[in-house]
Nanobody, 121 residues
Framework: QVQLVESGGGLVQAGGSLRLACAVS????????MGWSRQAPGKEREFIAA????????YYADSVKGRFILSRDIAKNTVYLQMNSLNPEDTADYYC??????????????WGQGTQVAVSS
């Protein structure tokens, strides 16, 4: 059974940092990618970042580019989302997802339960 478990969310002041983790169990996605999306209260889900397991290529949405850094630990089957210079607009539930496909625009097959991030002004 494939499981994606997010951790690292919490409350932080504006300008601060958090590091989210997404641990994958049950299988690997060696030729695919991992992604992060977020959903703020009353808003649509926004896709923000992705990383390919092979090669580590990354993709970032404009809203987080230059502030968030996505990395992966192949041995631990875990990806990390380092979030810097956080602002109240980053407040949301953050979800990780896994796909067997490497293409940035292809669908994700598995999703985690999410972790909450709240940024106070």
């Amino acid at each position: 059974q494939v499981q994606l478990v997010e951790s690292g969310g919490g409350l932080v002041q504006a300008g601060g940092s958090l590091r989210l983790a997404c641990a994958v169990s049950g299988r690997t996605f060696n030729n695919g990618r991992m992604g992060w999306s977020r959903q703020a209260p009353g808003k649509e889900r926004e896709f923000i970042a992705a990383i390919r397991w092979s090669g580590g290529n990354t993709y970032y949405a404009d809203s987080v580019k230059g502030r968030f850094i996505l990395s992966r630990d192949i041995a631990k089957n875990t990806v990390y989302l380092q979030m810097n210079s956080l602002n109240p607009e980053d407040t949301a539930d953050y979800y990780c997802a896994a796909s067997d496909l490497a293409g940035w625009r292809t669908k994700y097959d598995y999703w985690g339960q999410g972790t909450q991030v709240a940024v106070s002004s």
